[in-house]
């Protein structure tokens, strides 16, 4: 499954690419891509674990980005 999120205070192309980055290493991630300019977040995980893999993403992200705030 693919989806795209809206991402609210992501302040630095540096921190878009270190979540990225942290998005990747999740296990049943198969792509991600956080673009800082049009503030988006697009996932491609497993159909049946997405809802879980969803929340180990916000987890990450906020670790790396306390503010950022992903639109689900």
């Known amino acids: 499954m693919k989806k795209r999120f809206g991402l609210t205070d992501l302040d630095c192309a540096h921190c878009a690419a270190k979540m990225e ?36 993403i916000v987890k990450v992200c906020k670790k790396i980005e306390p503010d950022c705030t992903i639109e689900l």
């Open 21 to 56: 980055d942290a998005i990747k290493q999740i296990d049943g991630v198969q792509n991600a891509q956080v673009n800082f300019l049009a503030q988006k977040l697009t996932v491609e995980a497993d159909d049946a674990r997405f809802d879980g893999i969803m929340k180990e």
